[in-house]
């Protein structure tokens, strides 16, 4: 469950609309200039690639459950903001609440690099036993390509019916990702596979894995029962 879910709050966190249709986004904020809008995208994929290598080194001295839990409320406060800035520049058409809408992107853009752009697919190698990997792999990826379908299908047909408004979706959205994240994404820090393996299977398959410890008396048979299943 957790697998899926991670894969999906990480296209549909929001960031989809901008990573995908940077243009029609723009233009519900009146920013039509090619050139300024390539110069928006170029500083968005450098600001990605900083924040997401700073996050990925510093995972392992803050945590992963505190670094979701940051990068998913950082994401729900930005694009609330990103929402009611555009929502007031629908009404008023000033340059400032454009603007601003500009920054909240690239904080919103900050905030999702904490920790979904360095740390969904190894915290889904880390939480899964080694029999199990390459099937959670292959979940994980499935998933990512299924929230594809809907950000290349629906996304575009509903900024162009509703325009700002569709952002409300995506603050309801991130409010249940928050609480998600809070509740089931565990801390994984510091653990051995083998423990955190023990924290979704039941402590049962710690004594287990303590008990069958490879020494050199002894062997591995087909009948051993396999961790996690």
């Not at 549909?12 to 519900?28: D, E, I, M, R």
């Not at 995208?41 to 700073?54: I, K, P, Q, Y």
């Not at 700002?164 to 603050?171: A, G, L, N, R, S």
């Amino acid at each position: 469950m957790v697998i899926v879910a991670l894969a999906f709050f990480s296209q549909w966190s929001g960031n989809g609309l901008v990573a995908c249709y940077l243009s029609p986004v723009f233009k519900t904020i009146g920013i039509t200039d090619p050139f300024t809008q390539l110069l928006v995208n170029a500083l968005l994929s450098t600001e990605n690639v900083l924040m997401a290598v700073g996050a990925a080194c510093l995972c392992d001295r803050i945590g992963r459950h505190t670094l979701f839990i940051t990068s998913t409320a950082g994401m729900l406060v930005t694009f609330t903001l990103q929402t009611i800035f555009s929502s007031l520049y629908a009404q008023d058409g000033a340059k400032s609440q454009a603007h601003a809408v500009v920054a909240f992107i690239f904080l919103f853009y900050a905030a999702y690099d904490i920790a979904y752009s360095p740390l969904v697919g190894a915290y889904t190698v880390e939480i899964m036993p080694y029999a199990l990997r390459a099937k959670g792999l292959t979940v994980y990826y499935f998933s990512i390509s299924l929230s594809f379908i809907f950000n290349q299908y629906a996304n575009p047909i509903a900024l162009e019916r509703i325009a700002w408004k569709y952002y409300i979706v995506f603050c309801c959205w991130l409010v249940f990702e928050l609480v998600f994240v809070i509740l089931f994404v565990v801390e994984t820090k510091g653990r051995t596979l083998e423990e955190t393996a023990a924290i979704f299977d039941g402590e049962e398959k710690l004594t287990y894995i303590q008990k069958t410890v490879v020494t050199p008396d002894t062997t591995y048979t087909s009948q051993s029962p396999e961790i996690g299943v």
